[in-house]
């Protein structure tokens, strides 16, 4: 189950996800917005993360007008590693090397080909573990207030 959240800037995006979602019969819940009304994005940001981090959820996917905005509210739920992508490179490793939980997209910054291009990547691709499971767990240890140096 993958959540679904926009403000109102990402909304249209957030639409042509849902389209390439039902196409591949991928199962989401939105957590809106559910128009194009002005929205604040750390709301939907909130909403979807809890639904990661509680275990309903497998990933997010969130979308705004660059992406940047609801991926730094997303960060700030603990548990949540969330990546800002606009290339396909950075989706794919943002899931191989970081275990990317949660996608950000700018409706602004990408058209809605290369989102989904970029979503089938993130889906797809397993996190690879081994070194890079070393350095992910830092990253959750900065979170839990550890110091690493
Ligand atoms: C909304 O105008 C815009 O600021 C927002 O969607 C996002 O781009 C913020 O990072």
């Not at 389209?19 to 750390?42: H, M, Q």
């Not at 996608?103 to 081994?130: I, K, P, Q, S, Y």
Request: proline share 1%.
């Amino acid at each position: 189950m993958i959540a679904l959240g926009s403000d109102h800037a990402g909304f249209p995006l957030k639409e042509e996800i849902k389209k390439y979602l039902d196409e591949k019969n991928i199962e989401y819940t939105d957590v809106g917005c559910y128009s194009p009304e002005r929205f604040d994005y750390a709301i939907s940001a909130q909403k979807a993360c809890d639904k990661v981090v509680s275990g309903e959820c497998d990933r997010a996917i969130l979308c705004c007008g660059t992406g940047v905005g609801i991926s730094m509210a997303a960060n700030k739920v603990r548990g949540i590693r969330a990546c800002c992508c606009s290339d396909y490179f950075s989706a794919k490793y943002t899931r191989a090397h970081n275990d990317a939980n949660v996608l950000c997209l700018g409706d602004r910054v990408v058209g809605a080909g290369l989102a989904c291009e970029l979503v089938e990547v993130f889906l797809n691709t397993e996190f690879e573990g081994g070194r890079h499971l070393t350095r992910v767990n830092q990253i959750m240890a900065i979170e839990n207030g550890e110091k690493l140096y």
